[in-house]
Structure formats: C-alpha cells, structure tokens
C-alpha cells in the first residue's frame, strides 16, 4: 500500500498516481467556489437529476486529469503541479474571500496594476491562505518519489490515462449533454469560477489581442474640432475622475449617513441613475473617454483613435491631467500634459505609497493663478475609494464614521466597520470637491472666469454584499453595487434659478459613461462632428435655450 502521510521520506508514485491526487486536490478544494455555485444553480431548478449534480465534480476532475497529462513527463511533471496548486491556491484565496472571477477584464485589470495596489492585497490572512492550501502540499508534491518506464511505457500509461478521462467525460456527456448545455447557456459567469483553467484561458486571450495583434494606425475622428463659445470670459471647467465610487452610499442620493456634508451647502446636482461602462479601472475609464460606448468599446480600437480629451486639446483648450491614481490615465492623457503626484514621505499627505486626494489642490490652485488660454480644462484623477486598504484613503481628521475597518483583510471586519470605512472614503472625496469648488469659486468672483465642475466615478464597488468583496466582476452579472455610479455636476451659473431647475430636471435620467464625451464637449463649447446633440442631457440647459427644456427627450441615453 502506498502512504500518503505527508513527509514520508520513501513515499513513491507513479507519474499517473500523482497526477489523479493533484486533480483531486484542484477538482475538490480549490474549485470549491464553482463546485458551490454550481450547486446552487442546479438546485435552484424546478426539477433537476440528482446524478446529474453528482456528476459535475467528475466531469471537472476529468477534464483536470487530461490537462495535467499533457504535461506529466519526466523532469517537468513536479514543476508544472507545483506552480498549478500556487497558482490556484492564489486564486482560490481572491475567489473565496473577495469573490473575484478571473475573465478577461479581470487579467486587463492585473496586468495594468501598479506594485503599491498589487501589495495592498497581502496580509497575515492571505499568507497563511496561501501557505497551506499553496505551499504545503506543494512540499508533498516535491518530496513524491516518482517512479518511471520506459519512454514508450510512460507514454502508454499516459495515453491510458487520458483516454480513460476522455471515456468518462463522453459517457457524463452522452447522459447529461442537455442538462450540461441548458445550465451552461443560462450561467456563463459559472465559467469564470474554474480554477485555474479560467485564468489561463483568459490570460492566453489577452496576450493574444495585445501582444500578438499588430498595433492599428491612430485614426482622427475630426481634424477641425473649434470652440465656438457664447461669450468672451475665460473659462475653466475641472473634471475631476472619481475611483471605486458608488452611488448609493452618497447622501446627495438618499443615503442615511451624511456623506456629502461639504457639497450638499454648495449648490450641487447630482445625477442619480448612472451606469459605469465597465467594473474596473482598466476598461471605464478609456471607455467613457471614447467615442465607442459601452457595447461597441474595444480597446485596441479606442486606443487608436480620438478621445475626448484629444478632441478638446486639438481645438484649442489647455488641457491638463492631474493624477494621484497609482493605476494611471489608461492611455486617455497620452497626448495631452500630465503631472503625477509623487508619493514621498517627505509630504504630509503622502506615506511612500500612496497620497491623500488634498495632494491634487496645490497643482489645481498653481494651474487656476496662471490660466494661459481662454479655455482651460483639468483632469483631476483621484485614488478615491480603491480598496481593499480603504483606510488609507483618508487622513485621521477624516476619520468620522467609527468603529471602522483598520486592515486590508475586509472580509475579516464586521459589516458595519467595512462600511463605516467606505463611507469614510466617500465623506472625504466629498471633502476635497468641496475645495475644488472653494477654488473654482473664487476664481469666477476675482477675475470673472466661467467655472464648472464635473465628478464621475469609474466603476462602484461591493462590500460583503452576496459575500462578494471589491470589484471586477463581468459586467453581466456585476451586482448594481460595481455599476451604480456617481455623477456630480457644479458650475457658477447654477446660482442662476432657471439653469439649476433645468439641471435637477434632467438628473433623473438614465445615463451612463457613454454621455461622458458629450457632456464634456458641451461644457467645454467644443464644435466637433464627433459631438452628438442628443446624447448630452445637459443641452437643453445652456442659458440660451431655457425655454426649450421642457421639450427635451433624450434618443441616445446610454443607461445599462
């Protein structure tokens, strides 16, 4: 009898041995996510075949057993395993505790995080997660004694072994092909919980369009955008770029805790009904920046063309990006001048990391004493709510809403202290617009400048909700808490009552990222073929055309 007791020197198996308990592993407990979820749906049927239920594991087992034998042979055999159950105890560890799906977006998402962001996610919860579903039985892969034939015996006992697996996988499937094809039709996200063989797909797509495809030419949307504007003042609009910022936790949207203390004495409009394009960084912010919307973006076509910002740059604005996103712009501000705020201790609000959103007023401030054009545009892109180290995004005099949750492992705190953090994050961004607006305020009244403000998050967030954690998900089946986003609006002539009566109005409406380009086109008087008239709710509120805004029926709203 061959013993499995761990650390048993003279421990020996054969190739094939070794392969089915590494399936095992992988099939019974680092795809307890899918296995769980997939129960749950099968369940939840109005009738379902009890066998077919039992039969899920085994089919997933298969499949497992045909994939790894592709790569059991000799000196790669331990390797391949040991880096597949790391791999998967990491994701195992994402999946169980936060709820991440790992698709394509998710693998954009990775890809393009910064160091500081990927770190945040390590604590003693993860490392003792990951060293014993990861490195443990790693130890006991590593410390297996194989035994090998022939060359020809090796390859007849793998192709054994395989066909064995594929005889099973045909037999699941004879018997179960409806039931398999009915479930998987109406649960694609199931997919996405597969572990790790959804990351490795997605990963191969990724590196596939990114990589692989030759870069498209950059493409012009307009060569003669102008800004036509109604009367001679400068103006200066900032348009500040919000981070994991969700909708329903803000006060000026009906939420119970005050966290829109500063804004809500400051004459502002917000937008209750706005959907994001997409649920993390990587695709809403190119995405609202973009002519595409949200069912034609693509990335690789976006980033070739025209944005938004291009557009207003090319028409004569003075364009600047603000950033204290440790994420970067996407690619939107490539073209235009940028400034990044540097984490150095040596700051008050920064720790060598990160820095606190007060960092982009003494830019903004330096930018608004010394405007060079008669239009002026700023982009001010905050880290805002990024989680999951959620109490590093505001300082201590910030620090309203107690107890909160002072660690990264959220799923570890009580649901009132990760909340009582998050809303602490949005009181704070709440905070600093009010000092943008304190800005833009006094530049209106001393040098009788047109000033506006616009606040957009990319993307929500989730917070134990369904147990799901931070965001990410595929946006089929993202909960409203990564979708529902906020949008704020503010600018010197809402004091006037005919303007801001027609800008409450038009905040009921169902929008989205997709009105972004001509909202911002609009505010800034750019005349561009690319501006469609009907996709801005805030047309009908120009001081000109007030007596229109009853009339006013938006044909090309992007809600979701």
Not at 300 to 310: E, G, L, T, V
Not at 317 to 327: C, E, I, P, Q, Y
Request: glycine residues 4%; neutral net charge; aromatic residues 12%.
């Amino acid at each position: 009898m061959i013993r499995t007791i761990p650390f048993i020197k003279n421990l020996k198996l054969t190739t094939n041995q070794l392969v089915i308990y590494t399936c095992l592993y992988i099939t019974f407990i680092v795809n307890i996510p899918f296995l769980t979820k997939t129960v749950t749906v099968i369940t939840a049927l109005d009738q379902y075949n009890g066998l077919f239920l039992i039969s899920v594991p085994f089919f997933l087992l298969s499949l497992s057993i045909i994939v790894q034998s592709f790569f059991a042979f000799r000196w790669i055999t331990k390797p391949f395993l040991i880096l597949v159950v790391l791999l998967s105890s990491i994701l195992f560890y994402a999946t169980i505790n936060y709820g991440i799906v790992f698709d394509y977006g998710m693998i954009q998402n990775t890809v393009e995080t910064d160091t500081a962001e990927a770190f945040s996610y390590f604590n003693l919860s993860a490392i003792f997660f990951f060293l014993f579903f990861g490195v443990v039985p790693s130890i006991l892969i590593a410390k297996v004694q194989l035994t090998y034939n022939s060359f020809i015996g090796e390859l007849f006992a793998r192709l054994k072994l395989i066909s064995g697996s594929i005889g099973v996988l045909l037999l699941i499937a004879m018997v179960f092909y409806s039931s398999y094809a009915s479930v998987g039709r109406n649960n694609r996200d199931l997919v996405g919980y597969l572990t790790p063989y959804a990351l490795i797909d997605s990963t191969a797509k990724y590196i596939r369009k990114n990589y692989l495809y030759p870069p498209l030419k950059f493409s012009l949307l307009d060569t003669k955008p102008e800004i036509v504007k109604p009367t001679q003042n400068k103006h200066v609009t900032v348009m500040v770029l919000g981070e994991t910022a969700r909708a329903q936790n803000f006060s000026l949207n009906g939420y119970d805790k005050p966290t829109n203390q500063y804004t809500d004495k400051l004459n502002v409009v917000s937008f209750a009904n706005v959907s994001s394009c997409g649920t993390a960084t990587a695709v809403s912010v190119p995405c609202m920046f973009s002519r595409l919307n949200k069912e034609s973006y693509d990335k690789r076509i976006a980033s070739s063309q025209q944005n938004a910002i291009d557009i207003i740059h090319l028409a004569g604005a003075d364009v600047l990006w603000v950033s204290n996103n440790n994420g970067s712009c996407k690619g939107v501000c490539n073209r235009v001048k940028t400034i990044k705020i540097a984490t150095k201790k040596t700051s008050p609000l920064c720790d060598g990391e990160y820095c606190f959103d007060e960092a982009l007023l003494p830019p903004l401030r330096k930018k608004l004493t010394s405007l060079t054009h008669e239009n002026t545009l700023i982009v001010l892109h905050m880290i805002g709510s990024h989680g999951p180290t959620y109490y590093r995004r505001y300082p201590e005099k910030n620090r309203i809403f107690t107890p909160d949750c002072q660690r990264s492992d959220i799923q570890n705190c009580t649901q009132n202290e990760l909340v009582n953090t998050y809303d602490n994050t949005i009181a704070y961004t709440d905070y600093v617009l009010s000092r943008v607006i304190d800005e833009l305020n006094s530049l209106s009244e001393l040098n009788d400048v047109e000033t506006s403000m616009l606040y957009i998050s990319d993307h929500g967030e989730s917070l134990g909700e369904s147990g799901v954690f931070l965001h990410g998900l595929p946006y089929a089946f993202a909960p409203r808490e990564q979708t529902h986003v906020p949008f704020i609006y503010w600018s010197d002539s809402l004091h006037l009552k005919g303007r801001a009566d027609c800008v409450k109005n038009v905040s009921d409406l169902n929008i989205s990222h997709d009105n972004i380009f001509d909202i911002l086109l609009n505010e800034m008087s750019v005349k561009s073929d690319t501006y469609k008239e009907q996709n801005n709710p805030l047309n009908q509120c120009k001081l000109s055309s007030l007596t229109a805004q009853s009339a006013y029926q938006p044909t090309s709203i992007g809600a979701k």
